[in-house]
């Protein structure tokens, strides 16, 4: 059963064998209560999924607020996910498959000059990128079934077929686009937690063609993915360092 423990917030009452508390972050409700449907029956209290905001800001205040409140109560988290649909670069990630990232780049945060955009990097400030635990990403992919590879982060969803192009050019590794995962990463880098990015993929990276989403699909495949996390955070070592 799950449990509201307070708005936007669903506490899962059990998942035994699970070694740290998790804290999922959706943009979404219909996100989170796809997450949520994965622990039905559970009896035990690791896992916390909240409804973050769309967008990587919205994303990082949420999440920075809910791991300092459990700091604060002496309940730290041990992991952060950020978990959704999202689109997909094709072929490689088609409508209804699993991504995990093995990176989570933030892909707007920079500048454009006359020679092409720059990262903020490249300016010589900040990160661009965050890198999940690589057991976690490994076990994961093997268990979903899942493809493992860089999600970008943008504040404005691509919608044509030249963005997508130039993102492909720019991050040939990428599979999948979002809007929180790198703010999610951001807020659980500050307070030393690792981060996973779960994405089930709901349209193609491209022109908008709604007639072409599969949310219920994508849906689906995230609730199925999230009912296959507990064993493989079972055999997950938390002080795994990361890169």
């Not at 936007?8 to 035994?16: E, H, Q, R, S, V």
């Not at 896992?47 to 973050?52: G, H, Y």
């Not at 994961?140 to 050019?169: I, K, N, Q």
Request: net charge negative; aromatic share 4%.
């Amino acid at each position: 059963m799950v449990v509201q423990a307070e708005e936007g917030l669903l506490t899962i009452p059990a998942t035994p064998g699970v070694p740290v508390r998790v804290l999922v972050a959706t943009a979404v409700p219909v996100e989170r209560d796809a997450v949520a449907q994965a622990f039905e029956g559970s009896d035990g209290g690791a896992v916390d999924i909240i409804a973050a905001g769309v967008g990587p800001a919205a994303s990082a205040a949420s999440v920075a607020s809910a791991l300092t409140t459990a700091a604060l109560r002496g309940t730290p988290y041990g992991l952060v996910v950020s978990a959704g649909i999202a689109g997909g670069f094709q072929p490689e990630a088609p409508v209804g498959s699993l991504v995990v990232a093995d990176e989570i780049t933030v892909a707007d945060l920079g500048a454009e000059t006359p020679d092409g955009f720059v990262p903020v990097t490249g300016l010589g400030f900040g990160t661009v990128t965050h890198r999940p635990p690589e057991t976690l990403v490994r076990d994961l992919t093997a268990v979903t079934g899942a493809r493992s590879g860089t999600v970008l982060t943008v504040s404005t969803v691509t919608g044509t077929a030249e963005r997508a192009a130039e993102l492909r050019a720019r991050h040939p590794g990428a599979l999948a686009e979002s809007m929180e995962g790198f703010g999610v990463a951001e807020a659980a880098a500050a307070h030393g937690v690792p981060v996973l990015e779960i994405r089930a993929v709901s349209n193609p990276v491209g022109p908008r063609d709604r007639a072409a989403w599969r949310i219920g699909d994508a849906l689906t495949a995230l609730t199925e993915a999230f009912g296959k996390l507990a064993p493989v955070l079972e055999s997950w070592n938390p002080h795994e360092p990361t890169n």
